[in-house]
């Protein structure tokens, strides 16, 4: 009989886009394209299983998605909003969760509560969106680019504006998948250095304070609100310094012809983008979010199924 493998973790979490071998992103990847073609194939892959969705912060998207993939695979949710770890330590939150629930998808103001909730659970922790990441939002945009552009190698990414979460998630996991990830952002609002050092180990990624420069020549051009959830006080002074970095038709122009325009959603209409952007035949952002529902089927049947 063949030695028991260690090198995969007991159970394995989505706390960050790294918490996912190569190996294992492509097959979510893999699952997540099977699941929209062929959804009754997996309609009763998680019967029987109660996932816990913790909410800090709003969400349609995330909320909605995870809750219907979960149904939509055979199981079932519980969605609870507010605070993690206000009324009793984080460890102990977990600890009651998990004696109830195959798995917890949590969206968190700070990272470290994600990473606790994965350090006391006994059920796989998915990362619903953090100030430092947002994974499934990354599996969504990558299928959408494959199904749009037909592959992810030697195509360039740019992401113009704040150096967030959704960037993050970006460069570290369209990097590794073969893209060019090309970052402009402010002064100041730069990507956090230890994930640009991650990323940039992995894969292809350049970074200015040139919208123009990461723009040309790219196939896929990607924005998102210019003060993230947790920044809000920050609004105005980000006011200043981030209209040079609007996508608008201008912009989107010095990109290849046939470039996408990409969102995570929500957008703020005439901030960091238009509604001409948003409303052209270039906006795959409709595609994005109907994504977020087979992507994280993808996910749910790798870390559960
Ligand atoms: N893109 C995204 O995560 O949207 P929600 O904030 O609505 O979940
Ligand atoms: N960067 C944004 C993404 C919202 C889906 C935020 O964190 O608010």
């Not at 629930?101 to 659970?121: D, H, M, N, P």
Request: proline share 5%; charged share 25%; glycine share 6%.
């Amino acid at each position: 009989m063949a030695a028991p493998s260690f090198a995969e973790p007991l159970i394995q979490h989505l706390t960050e886009d790294l918490d996912l071998s190569q190996d294992v992103l492509l097959r979510v990847l893999d699952l997540a394209a099977q699941a929209k073609r062929t959804p009754h194939r997996f309609s009763q892959a998680l019967a029987g299983r109660y996932l816990a969705l913790l909410f800090e912060k709003p969400s349609l998207r995330t909320r909605v998605t995870f809750e219907l993939a979960i149904k939509q695979l055979g199981g079932d949710a519980v969605t609870s909003v507010g605070p993690v770890g206000e009324r009793e330590p984080v460890k102990d939150v977990v600890r009651n969760l998990d004696r109830w629930t195959q798995g917890i998808v949590a969206r968190v103001f700070s990272q470290e509560t994600v990473k606790e909730l994965a350090q006391w659970s006994h059920v796989p922790v998915i990362n619903a969106l953090s100030d430092l990441y947002h994974p499934c939002q990354a599996l969504a945009d990558m299928q959408t680019i494959r199904e749009r552009l037909g592959r992810w190698e030697g195509l360039k990414l740019a992401f113009v504006g704040d150096g967030n979460n959704v960037a993050h998630s970006l460069m570290l996991t369209a990097g590794r998948l073969g893209m060019h990830v090309a970052v402009a952002t402010p002064k100041g609002y730069e990507p956090k250095s230890h994930v640009i050092a991650a990323a940039s180990r992995m894969g292809r990624i350049s970074l200015s304070n040139d919208a123009l420069e990461a723009v040309e020549g790219a196939h896929a051009v990607y924005t998102d609100v210019w003060a993230s959830m947790g920044h809000e006080g920050e609004k105005d002074a980000r006011q200043q310094s981030f209209p040079p970095y609007r996508v608008d038709e201008a912009l989107m122009s010095k990109a290849r012809p046939e470039a996408i325009f990409m969102h995570c959603l929500p957008a703020k209409r005439g901030e960091e983008t238009t509604d001409a952007v948003m409303e052209s035949a270039r906006s795959v952002v409709f595609d994005q979010a109907e994504n977020r529902l087979h992507a994280q089927k993808g996910l749910l049947l790798t870390l559960l199924g």
